[in-house]
């Protein structure tokens, strides 16, 4: 069975989190002088001499409207990043546990391990970027905390199929992880409406991708209202800082501006996928369910290197397991698309 008690490191059941200044007060007041901030303002506009909310309770709120969660069921980290250091710092104890990871994925989970001396056990994913299901059940032992998906898949672009996560969702009894960055340019639904089918989850989002607010800095995980508590138990108090929390909730208040870009960004994906595939240094162009194509070429440091000199730059996956001779492209607007298919074109033509 799954038990959050068993899961989480003793030293965090134990933790007494940091209260600040505006943990301890609550309410409205005239005069601030609790928390040692400058009374006398700051050199903008704006009352940016004050802390911000360290819950984030408006734009928790106003997020869960938008995505159909209730409040208390969602963590805001510092990008999703925080996110996967703070599940892994709550669950996972240094040179004890480990976590699995199905490679080619997202490099963060890894890193991320690494950095909390969590030990990475990798099931690499099946030819057609699935999950290895046997593999998987194989690799956990009594130390492993967690499983992070990544649906869709970075860098492969695909969905994994939901009936395999449901597997382990149903069979595993550690966290599973499931990174959803990519869900809005997907077209399978989500796991956040399916928090409480199951306590062992934990979905991440990020405003960085679809929303367009990279910069800002803020992902967000769905969770139960347990796993949410201790995540905020650890979390540094203030991780969202007020001028994020202040444009992330202009932002949202436009969800139909950012719904027509996604559409955009879909019909374009498309759009790419057809004039890549008339392109003879082309081979395969792997199905994506994300904002970005995998595409297998001929001479993946050469098309790369050529096309930095013209100035576009793409990731080079070429070495990565299961990804040879792949360059990953992210969807550009027509202008951009247009210039690098030229680019490539000129490439082709040239070998020729
Ligand atoms: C881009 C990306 C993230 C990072 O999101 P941030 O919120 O910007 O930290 C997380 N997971 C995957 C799979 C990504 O591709």
């Not at 200044?21 to 400058?38: H, M, P, Q, S, T």
């Not at 990871?101 to 950095?115: D, F, H, K, L, W």
């Not at 939901?162 to 382990?168: F, L, N, S, T």
């Not at 069979?171 to 960055?181: H, K, Q």
Request: proline content about 5%.
């Amino acid at each position: 069975m799954f038990d959050l008690n068993n899961l989480l490191r003793e030293n965090i059941k134990k933790l007494i989190p940091y209260s600040s200044a505006r943990d301890e007060f609550k309410g409205e007041a005239r005069i601030f002088l609790d928390a040692n901030e400058n009374s006398f303002g700051s050199p903008l506009t704006k009352w940016y001499n004050r802390y911000p909310d360290p819950l984030q309770k408006k734009l928790r709120q106003k997020l869960g409207e938008i995505k159909g969660v209730p409040r208390d069921n969602i963590f805001l980290g510092n990008g999703s990043d925080e996110c996967i250091d703070i599940l892994l710092r709550a669950f996972c104890e240094p040179a004890k546990d480990n976590i699995i990871i199905c490679p080619p994925t997202y490099g963060m989970y890894e890193v991320s391990a690494n950095i909390n001396d969590v030990h990475v056990k990798k099931v690499p994913l099946t030819s057609s970027f699935q999950l290895d299901l046997t593999g998987i059940e194989e690799a956990v032992d009594d130390h492993t905390k967690m499983i992070f998906l990544c649906s869709p898949n970075n860098p492969t672009g695909n969905s994994l199929n939901k009936d395999d996560v449901e597997i382990i969702l149903n069979n595993y009894f550690g966290l599973v992880v499931i990174d959803e960055a990519y869900i809005n340019f997907s077209r399978f639904r989500s796991f956040t409406q399916e928090l409480n089918e199951y306590p062992n989850i934990c979905v991440l989002q990020t405003l960085s991708k679809a929303w367009g607010l990279a910069a800002l800095r803020v992902g967000i995980a769905f969770a139960s209202e347990a796993i949410v508590q201790i995540m905020n138990k650890i979390k540094p108090p203030y991780n969202i800082n007020q001028a994020s929390q202040e444009l992330t909730l202009e932002a949202l208040e436009e969800v139909g501006q950012v719904n027509e870009m996604i559409r955009e960004i879909i019909k374009q994906r498309e759009e790419l996928i057809r004039q890549l595939s008339e392109l003879s240094i082309v081979q395969t162009i792997h199905p994506s369910d994300a904002n970005f194509l995998l595409v297998k070429v001929n001479d993946a440091r050469g098309i790369y290197n050529s096309l930095l000199e013209k100035g576009i730059v793409v990731r080079d996956r070429s070495k990565v397991e299961l990804c040879e001779g792949c360059l990953r492209i992210t969807i550009g607007t027509p202008k951009e698309n247009n210039d690098l298919v030229k680019e490539l074109t000129d490439f082709a033509r040239q070998i020729h």
